[in-house]
């Protein structure tokens, strides 16, 4: 079954289980905001999983989306794709206006853009290929970055600069336009700012000093966003029956 078709339910409200500091979470919840499919969002412990959530994805990462009694998303890409294929119509109708404010280092953030370029085939395509570069190679050599006294086997510094090749790669395009993909949004910003977020952090005072100051700028504008700003409120644990 093509996941982007899944039906959705009316009978049903759509539930998220969702881990506010995860970035694959934080790409899901980002894209949700923007479409109209109402969620109920379940904040979860990674230690303490809810057993509801590990029956419907028994690979129990974060996050998931259950859309109907057996229709479930366990990736977070797919579920950008679908929510992002139901827009909110029309987008920029009030809520939304609010979310789309400008920075002034990237302008307005265009979400009509976005939308238009993911129901665009060759323009997803083009997007999800750099989706992939962050998650299957940047994001291996962040996890050790994070963690460099568990891997002691090389240094942090070795690390860094391995997770610098796909940093080096993202300023180049930001010296040529101000998002990844040209002057609008895509995918492609954020789908994989939450993970360039978590690599500055790791050391911010070498980060800001860094040789990337168009990854700054733009991580930045897009951390500062009013659409990043509303999905990183602070929920309580969800609580279920034993
Ligand atoms: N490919 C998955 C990866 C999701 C993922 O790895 N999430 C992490 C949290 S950031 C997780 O749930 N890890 C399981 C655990 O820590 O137990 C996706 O894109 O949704």
Known sequence: MNKSF???DNHFQPILYSFRRCPYAMRARMALQLSSIQVETREIELKNKPPAMVALSPKATVPVLQLGENSVLDESLDIMLLALSHPIEP????GCEAASA????????DYQHLIARVQNLAQRNE????IAQNDNQFKPWLDKYKYAERFPEQTEAFYRQQGEIFIAELETRLTQHALLSGSQLSLNDIAIFPFIRQFAHVNKVWFEQSPYPKVNAWLTALIDSP????????RPVWQWVQ
Do not use: N, Y
């Not at 987008?91 to 009030?94: G, K, Y």
């Open 227 to 234: 659409l990043f700003t509303s999905i990183m409120v602070k």
């Open 91 to 94: 987008l920029l109708s009030s």
């Open 6 to 8: 899944l039906p959705l």
């Open 127 to 130: 997007d999800l290929a750099l």
């Open 102 to 109: 400008s920075s002034e280092i990237i302008g307005p953030l």
